[in-house]
């Protein structure tokens, strides 16, 4: 009904703007050739949407957490930055992720490749970089053909600094740089 009435407008509007032209006797082709174009355009944008189809008796993910805090950890300690998300599909339909991202570059998740069945659980596994120091909040984006197609899943913790080791050895001067005095 939106698309009639917005088809109406713009061509009620071409035509107060080619009478007019003709009335003043300043027929310019190339406002006209303009305006015509524009109006192919926008109603292209017009007819074009999608329809937004919601299935009702589609999959449904049902999460146990989604936040999880890992709480404070010591920098490269490497399965504290583990977790898991553990979810089910509820709905009537198999659930097919299409895509599992996280917020950034540090934030990994591993999502089920293959379709769940209804009733069925499954993991979503998320690794967090532990050698950034300092407290973090990382999202992870899953699309699926869920009733919700997009959810978003929270990390969250510290990462205190590990203690430097002071029995390092240390850098000798190479024999080929020029000493210095």
Known sequence: MLKIVYFIFVIFNIKIYICYSFSKKKIR???LFLTIIIFFITSNAVFTQENIVINHNGAEMK???EVIDLGEFMQYDDPSSKCEFKFTNTG????IISKCKGSCGCTVPECPKEPILPGESAVIKVNY???RVGSFNKS???NSNAKITTKILK???KIIAAEKNTGAPIKKQSQ???KVN
């Open 92 to 95: 009537k339909e198999p659930l």
């Open 155 to 157: 990390v969250k913790g």
């Open 176 to 178: 080929l740089a020029p």
């Open 29 to 31: 082709m190339k406002n």
């Open 140 to 142: 992870i984006t899953i």
């Open 129 to 131: 970089d532990e050698k």
């Open 63 to 65: 999460f146990e957490q």
